[in-house]
């Protein structure tokens, strides 16, 4: 074909420069900011901190430029400030003075937890092993799981060590059992009765109740769940409060010996973007101290710029364009999340009054709709985010939540279903758990329609156990005793 011009008219959405800034700027969660602004301040010289006593100021003394340009960056919030004194004598000043060095004192925040594989490292090192053992005793570390475990093998331990450490199955286990007594004691255990069992060889042997309570943790631990007191009664040969004692022995206990190690993942350090508190019977939404960065123009370089021309007075335009930009995001970062959250809390009162149970669906749809925003916008406001309440430091999506219809004509927000669950596992009987249908036939009884699948669901969020898995020993039996030897018609969990 023969190329020829054609003229068309189209349209589309541009973003520019400045919109590009201000969204990137508003998904930005409180730390991440603050790392963006010390960069900022460090790559352009028109920005600077503001401190007091500093040159640094948010006036333009640009040519040609009035003071309404832009560079001018009053606080949004200068006439609402948080005073923990103000709600003297309630719940919400104790939460305030429980978490108000949050955001002053940062030197006093925790430091990273010693992990598990470290802290037995460390016992490894200084204990009497050959430089044989030392090796591994270190492989043995490396392979095992948060919980403290050895899921693998050591027959297959020992073939993946292969040719860089020569060591038999045989050599690994008198290793593996010196490593279970390091603290915390059960570490290293294959399985839930090795841990319990090493934990009860380190008990003093007068403790009451330890040699059963090996016994069973030896022999019987899988079927204890289901045969209880009476069966432990047939199969040891000891009386009720014998087999009592035992059974309490064990449950104190640690099945998990290395889930409190751990370095602190990754966000555990949050910094709260707003104060949510109540005064007078209202509640009250202002910003936090550190959520809006103080920093401002450099006026150094802006009288240097009326006096340089050129290259330089170019290079230093550039500059102060882009600082009155990001000081435009910032102040719209402001006033978006302070609006945001101002509608939260309307709409979401009962949850900070009575708790999850009063949560009331709610969607991001309806948030923009009330602003006038976009929903994308309500989504990035949020994003990362977090409110400071009397009832702790929460997310602000925390806030929101689905909603099932109910018979009555309204509707129950899945994290009030959820906190009820919660509340009804907490409440059943430790011999008879209620099973996934019967807690949706008790939702339904209670006006909210829940499917027997939903409620699997949200157990599964809440990482509650199914009902065979939460059987636990009572002071009487779950199931008539059996004779010792004979194979149960179920097993429980441990």
């Not at 279903?417 to 036939?441: W, Y």
Request: charged letters at 25%; glycine letters at 8%.
């Amino acid at each position: 074909m023969k190329p020829r011009l054609t003229a068309s008219i189209q349209q589309q959405l541009v973003l520019t420069p400045q919109v590009r800034l201000a969204i990137r700027v508003l998904q930005l969660s409180g730390i991440e900011l603050e790392a963006e602004m010390t960069e900022a301040v460090a790559s352009n010289p028109l920005l600077d901190w503001i401190e007091d006593g500093s040159e640094a100021g948010t006036e333009d003394t640009d040519p040609g430029k009035d003071n309404d340009s832009g560079d001018a960056t009053p606080d949004p919030v200068a006439d609402l400030q948080y005073d923990p004194e103000m709600e003297a004598g309630s719940w919400a000043e104790h939460a305030s003075r429980s978490h108000g060095s949050d955001f002053a004192d940062e030197a006093s925040q925790p430091a990273v937890e010693e992990s598990l594989h470290d802290h037995l490292l460390m016992q490894l090192h200084l204990g009497h092993f050959s430089p044989l053992e030392t090796r591994i005793g270190a492989a043995l570390i490396a392979s095992l799981d948060d919980d403290g475990y050895l899921r693998d093998s050591l027959e297959s331990l020992s073939e993946s060590l292969r040719p860089e450490l020569e060591a038999s199955p045989e050599q690994m286990l008198l290793v593996l059992h010196r490593i279970q007594c390091f603290d915390p004691v059960g570490v290293g255990a294959r399985s839930v009765s090795e841990c319990l069992q090493a934990q009860l060889r380190a008990l003093p042997d007068d403790t009451p109740g330890r040699a059963l309570a090996l016994a069973i943790a030896t022999n019987h631990l899988e079927r204890l769940p289901k045969a209880g007191v009476a069966g432990l009664q047939a199969w040891l040969g000891c009386s009720a409060i014998q087999a009592q004692a035992a059974v309490n022995l064990l449950q104190s206990l640690d099945p998990h010996p290395g889930s409190r190690f751990g370095a602190l993942p990754s966000g555990s350090y949050v910094r709260p973007d707003c104060i949510i508190w109540r005064h007078q019977g209202l509640w009250q939404v202002a910003l936090a101290p550190d959520a809006r960065p103080k920093i401002g123009l450099q006026r150094d370089y802006q009288r240097l710029l009326q006096q340089t021309k050129g290259s330089d007075a170019e290079y230093l335009r550039g500059h102060l364009q882009e600082a009155r930009w990001l000081l435009k995001a910032l102040e719209s970062r402001a006033n978006t999340l302070l609006r945001v959250v101002r509608r939260l809390v309307r709409e979401q009162a009962g949850f900070l009054e009575f708790g999850p149970q009063a949560l009331r669906p709610l969607t991001l749809r309806e948030i923009a709709a009330e602003l006038e925003m976009h929903e994308s916008t309500v989504s990035r406001a949020v994003a990362g985010k977090y409110a400071h309440t009397p009832r702790g430091t929460l997310p602000l999506r925390a806030f929101f939540a689905s909603g099932i219809g109910t018979e009555s004509g309204g509707s129950a927000s899945s994290t009030a279903i959820q906190d009820r669950i919660r509340k009804l596992v907490s409440n059943e009987d430790p011999c008879k758990p209620l099973s996934d249908a019967k807690l949706a036939d008790t939702l339904k009884n209670e006006g909210v329609p829940v499917a027997r699948r939903t409620v699997a669901k949200y157990r599964e969020a809440l990482q509650i156990p199914a009902s065979h898995e939460r059987v636990r020993v009572g002071t009487a039996s779950a199931a008539a005793p059996q004779p010792p030897g004979s194979r149960p018609t179920a097993e429980g969990g441990s």
